[in-house]
């Protein structure tokens, strides 16, 4: 009997070991086939053929449909200047039209599901931002409400949604048939700016 329950043991630990060492693999794996512009990064072999077995093993955990670039490009911005997307700041983020089909600009939160709020808003595409004169427009995301186009992140309206750490949310931008820069120059490509104004 203490045979058994040693030898169960012992394969409960390397089963645990196991999946520790896969999840960091993939995530070193994920980091080294990214291209960085700016605080933005994208990855530019997802959907190809040179994706490798991690990147592939990402994208079937995390649901991604990943099409190749031609089709769709995803441009994430976890932090800015290092300092991790906080609930307790507001965030100003700054664009014109960009050289896709559509675009769109999404928050996700750290469980990489959209937060849930009391407005039901989750992203802002090129077809539904308020503009300006000159056709750029401004995005604010908080938890206090703004006038124009606002993302809220918070309150929730769910009370079971929580925060883990400093890591709160992320921003995605999609650009669907994205053209010629992206592709030949996703680290040199434009973007939206994205600004921190202030933090509880």
């Not at 990855?43 to 190809?48: D, I, K, P, R």
């Not at 750490?165 to 053209?179: A, I, M």
């Amino acid at each position: 009997m203490k045979l058994v329950f040693k030898l169960l043991s012992a394969g409960l630990v390397t089963a645990v070991l196991s999946a520790v060492m896969l999840a960091r693999n993939i995530s070193d794996g994920l980091g080294s086939m990214s291209v960085e512009n700016g605080d933005w990064a994208t990855n530019v072999s997802t959907g190809s053929k040179d994706a490798g077995v991690m990147l592939k093993a990402t994208v079937a955990m995390g649901g991604l449909l990943a099409s190749t670039r031609q089709n769709s490009m995803y441009y994430r911005l976890a932090s800015i200047d290092g300092d991790p997307l906080n609930l307790g700041c507001r965030y100003r983020i700054e664009g014109n039209d960009y050289d896709a089909d559509w675009w769109s600009i999404t928050v996700y939160g750290w469980d990489n599901y959209l937060i849930p709020n009391v407005q039901k808003r989750y992203s802002f595409n090129n077809e539904n931002l308020q503009r300006n004169d000159d056709g750029s427009w401004v995005i604010f995301v908080d938890m206090k409400q703004h006038d124009g186009n606002w993302l809220p992140i918070g309150p929730s309206g769910a009370p079971d949604w929580r925060k883990i750490g400093e890591h709160d949310f992320d921003l995605l931008l999609r650009l669907y048939t994205p053209g010629p820069a992206y592709i030949d120059s996703p680290q040199t490509a434009a973007l939206p700016k994205v600004t921190r104004e202030a933090c509880e």
